[in-house]
């Protein structure tokens, strides 16, 4: 696996094309792609948006947050079954790293800076920084760019 990060707008796409020679059709991007798609796509662009559209769901797929500010409140409560939710972008990124070990993975940095008043957003941010650690430990590449200048973190860039 490859995982490459870097701040919104440094460059990870176009990097990825340049360096492992990616077409359109090999992307998927976690802002609207179906979540099955990625156990077999070459390339995944946007895994953090896909974590917090994973947070809004469970594991069968049954979404959460549509029942009005009761039931968005309930989301990010601290009782078992919102914990359980929780965990799901977890278990769903390892069964990533299981079934698509030789996907490139990229990721928006998102935990630097201002943290957010709101306890999703900042739920969010954790679970989106927890599956970039486990991602980022099973890759054998790491590449961190910054204003479109890559710093390899972790091995070589094939």
Not at 106 to 135: F, H, N, V, Y
Request: charged residues 30%; hydrophobic residues 35%.
């Amino acid at each position: 696996m490859i995982m490459i990060t870097g701040g919104a707008f440094a460059g990870k796409l176009e990097f990825a094309r340049a360096h492992f020679g990616l077409n359109e059709d090999e992307i998927v991007d976690g802002t609207d792609c179906a979540p099955e798609d990625v156990f077999t796509a070459k390339c995944i662009v946007h895994y953090e948006r896909l974590i917090r559209r994973l947070m809004e769901t469970d594991a069968q797929g049954v979404r959460y947050g549509t029942g009005g500010e009761d039931e968005k409140k309930e989301t990010v409560s601290t009782d078992g079954a919102s914990k359980c939710r929780n965990l799901w972008p977890l278990t769903f990124t390892d069964r990533l790293l299981c079934e698509n070990p030789g996907a490139i993975v990229i990721m928006d940095e998102i935990g630097s800076g201002i943290i957010p008043l709101e306890k999703s957003e900042r739920l969010w941010r954790e679970q989106t920084g927890r599956a970039g650690c486990r991602i980022a430990e099973r890759s054998d590449t790491v590449v961190r760019l910054c204003c479109g200048i890559p710093e390899i973190i972790k091995g070589i860039p094939r």
